[in-house]
């Protein structure tokens, strides 16, 4: 699962040099696009640089419909001191659009995604969970103030939405290589949401428009059933858990009419993108030890066969696709009758 974490989180160079396009002195019109993953458009699987940016990001796709100059900041696994510290100095009082999606990474976005994806024997997903939340109650909103404070004070004349995240989860996990259960989609979907409700009171406070994105993916989460705007885990592993390019358009539609008064289409359930639900092979096999001593023990814990554990981690790096779907589909099997056992203790 190491590996998984390592790329989920993507923290790319934070000092890279940010995609501008074109000249907004040129263009006489300035959007600034701030923020982390979300506003640099991972996801879409054509990220350019060490930030991740993307053309097919929200941002661009907002730029090119209303004709505006584009400064892209936003830069992948960015926390607020992040965008403070190196994001705002193309903001100023020429500016007149400004765009932001952040937080995430402040309350551990990519490792609390890593610690809940694993078997349930061996993770704390609540307690990843809780502790995300610490820091949502407790440094959080001061971080927000900070932040947003400095955004206005250097871009006074701007236009400046602040977008929330949508729910990523729907209740099921169809990935063949995550353990959600159910209970842990709605903790995490519920996380998200206070989230929001703290980013939406902070971006008030400041004189800024936050959006809402949730009811519009409503069905388009990961294997949501009106089509996935958001990347199950995904190869490359880089581009899992952030929207798509239907989602990046679905963003780009609910920012729009906040930001420039006029609107933009939603993407068509037909265009949703797809995310793999089954073994592709064995390059796509996370470095999940599960013959760890912690895996073993939490697997005796909850009442399974070590022994059969080990099996099924030496199947599952093995090279041999056939084992390898079979040791994931039996997995499945184990970490549901682990979460009814534990449930019994």
């Known amino acids: 699962m190491k590996r998984i974490g390592a790329v989920l989180s993507a ?28 506003s640099a458009g991972v996801g879409t699987r054509s990220s350019q640089n060490s930030c991740y940016q993307s053309p097919l990001g929200y941002a661009p796709l907002i730029a090119s419909a209303k004709g505006l100059a584009l400064s892209y900041q936003a830069c ?21 659009y400004v765009t932001m999606t952040i937080g995430g990474n402040d309350v551990g976005f990519s490792s609390v995604l890593t610690e809940c994806a694993k078997p349930g024997w061996m993770s704390d997903c609540n307690g990843a969970i809780a502790g995300g939340r610490a820091v949502l109650t407790g440094s959080l909103p ?18 400046i939405v602040i977008s929330g995240y949508p729910h990523i989860f729907n209740g099921e996990d169809c990935n063949a290589l995550t353990f ?9 979907n519920s996380a998200t949401d206070d989230l929001n409700s703290l980013e939406r009171t902070k971006a008030g406070a400041h004189s800024m428009t936050w959006v809402d994105p949730r009811a519009p993916f ?14 199950g885990l995904s190869n490359p592993v880089e581009e899992s858990y952030h929207p798509n390019t ?21 993407p068509s359930i037909a265009s949703s993108g797809s995310t793999s639900r089954t073994l592709p092979g064995a390059v796509a096999v996370p470095n999940i030890d599960l013959a760890s001593p912690e ?24 090279g041999d696709g056939a084992r390898q779907k079979a040791a994931m589909k039996r997995l499945k099997q184990l970490d549901r009758q682990a979460a009814a056992n534990l449930s019994r203790a």
């Open 11 to 38: 923290t790319a160079g934070l000092a890279a040099a940010a995609l501008v396009m074109p000249s907004a002195d040129a263009a006489g019109t300035t959007y600034v696009a701030l923020g982390d993953s979300y």
């Open 76 to 96: 992948s696994g960015a926390k607020t001191a992040d965008v403070s510290a190196n994001q705002l100095g193309t903001l100023g009082t020429g500016t007149r």
């Open 142 to 159: 001061g971080r927000y103030d900070s932040l947003f404070a400095s955004v206005r004070s250097k871009a006074p004349n701007a236009k």
């Open 180 to 188: 959600f259960s159910p209970d842990e989609e709605a903790s995490l």
């Open 218 to 231: 409503t069905g388009h989460e990961v294997c949501g059933t009106k089509g996935e705007w958001i990347n």
């Open 246 to 266: 239907s989602g990046n358009k679905a963003l780009a539609a609910v920012i729009s009419p906040s930001l420039v008064g006029s609107s933009m289409p939603m």
């Open 295 to 318: 895996s073993l023990r939490g697997a005796k814990r909850a009442g399974l066969n070590p022994a059969e554990i080990k099996a099924l981690n030496t199947d599952l790096h093995s």
